[in-house]
């Protein structure tokens, strides 16, 4: 069974950083997509960022330009590097797995954002 743990949020002012970190376990091979999802209150679960075993990535059109995605293969680590914080990034982020053959889609359990001065 594949196991997503979070690390990395908090309480930031606006315009400062966070650097979110998830890691697999329970898997032996590279998963083929691995990302980033928030959920702010009220509001539906949205994509932020989602990068492939092959490198390629996909940006919410709302964080182009201030978050960057990246991702360590041989560890199944997933990064995500926050900067420029609006209030409005106020959110749970999600960390997802995703792979083909085997087939599964893994949600880890949540890391809490605040952008609040």
């Known amino acids: 069974q594949v196991r997503l743990v979070e690390s990395g949020g908090g309480l930031v002012q606006p315009g400062g950083s966070l650097r979110l970190s998830c890691t697999a376990s329970?898997?032996?091979?590279?998963?083929?997509?691995m990302g980033w999802y928030r959920q702010a209150p009220e509001k539906e679960r949205e994509l932020v960022a989602e990068i492939t075993r092959a490198g390629n990535i996909n940006l919410a059109d709302f964080v182009k330009g201030r978050f960057t995605i990246s991702r360590d293969n041989l560890q199944n680590t997933v990064y995500l590097q926050m900067n420029n914080l609006k209030p409005e990034d106020t959110a749970v982020y999600y960390c997802n797995a995703e792979n083909h053959l085997p087939s599964f889609r893994s949600w880890g359990q949540g890391t809490q954002v605040t952008v609040s001065s």
């Open positions: 329970g898997v032996f091979f590279s998963i083929n997509r």
